[in-house]
């Protein structure tokens, strides 16, 4: 595994909101008694269909569940995925849960987002410990700096310390050779001393491992539709994540290398309209903003302005080009969209969404970060492969040009 010093540091300032005992708590217990303002609704929500994989393919499964707790468990892994940006040298993640002890345990390598040095030394108060323990005024603020990996408040992987009966962290900081563990209880009430220990130079991981406040969530043990949802969603960070990081289910490597190979797992799926004999499939890396339909690792449900954005480029231009062949057909965007699936992967910095759930990106299309331009081998490729003759039917020699086959 590769293994590299961790690379930031966190300001030594203590909001007086914070958790992790003593000092005035007002922020931890506002955001317990109101959940629905920062990681959606903790009642269980009507069934909802998603697609989850059952081994072999995605295929649609109705699901019921809580939007806050499928929330605290996201927090933690796109904060484990998200060190890919921060080191790419990180090539594994590994996610456990354990039913039986209500626990769920993510581990990620690579440098750790905080180094394990003092930030306060008349608190006594480490990095690791003001990372994931205390609650800032100021991490709503955050967003001004060029945030990629939250959205719509800056509290992240701390809701699920919030939101958990017990959570402990675990990291190795190869540079300066010390192990750091700390356990947090009660809500982030209470905190123990952390643990410093030795370690190898160059040993950098990971660990945050979690007990959900099941009662908070109106539950008494880990239903098998919450674990469901967490098995998909691992799925769906191997296929962000591809061949560089090795991702792990309960000690069993996914075998999926790409997104190419993610998208596969719906378009052949037996259950799928768009499955059977070669259903025509164009994969482009436009650039390094658009690739799946996630936003920052998070999954937009409900797609949002990123979607919006991305499809009508892609149906103005195929509706453009067909009509300029097929003149007396007078295609319009509908004809074109209602046969796309499109798979959209984006990076945006500051992104905001419709609700703490993140399932619609609010964002404006001027504030994506990046003009998307079709390459000039869209249309070949989408044209080329016989997406033109499966779609309208249509006949005839290859355009040399534009890649569009010509009625006879």
Known sequence: MNRQPPPRRRSARIAAAHGGGGGDTTLR??????????IGSPEKRSTQ???????????????????GLHRIFDEVLVHAASNKRRDPSMDTLSVEVDVVERSVSVFYNGRGVVPVELV?????VYAPEMFFGHLHDDDEEDDQNKATNDGGGGYGVKLANLF?????????????????????????????VPHITDCNQGENWTIITFKPDLARFNM?????????LMWKRVVDMAGILGDSVQVEWDGVRLRINSFNDYVRLYIDSPVSDRSGAGFPRVYEKLNDWCEV??????????????????????????????????E???????????????????IIDNPTFDSQTKETLTTPPGRLGSKL?????????????????RLFGYRGPLDAKTGVSSRD
């Open 164 to 192: 958990s009966t017990e959570f402990i962290i675990e990291t190795a900081d190869g540079c300066r050779m010390k192990k750091y563990k700390q356990v947090f209880s009660e809500n982030m009430g209470k905190k123990s």
């Open 220 to 228: 008494t043990y880990l239903e098998e539709d919450h674990v469901t």
């Open 373 to 389: 331009e079709l390459p000039k081998s869209f249309s070949k490729i989408a044209f080329g492969n016989g997406l033109i003759r």
């Open 49 to 67: 269909t998603f697609w989850i994989n059952d081994g072999y393919y995605m295929v649609p499964r109705e699901v019921t569940y809580r939007p």
């Open 293 to 326: 339909r996630f936003v920052n690792g998070f999954e937009t449900l409900k797609g949002g302005t990123h979607v919006d954005y991305v499809t009508e480029l892609i149906t103005t231009h195929l509706m453009n080009l067909l009509n300029e062949h097929y």
């Open 328 to 346: 007396e057909c007078n295609f319009n965007v509908d004809d074109v969209k209602r046969y796309l699936w499109v798979f959209l992967n984006v």
């Open 120 to 124: 306060d030394e008349e608190r006594g």
């Open 29 to 38: 217990e506002r955001i317990l008694r109101r959940p629905d303002g920062y």
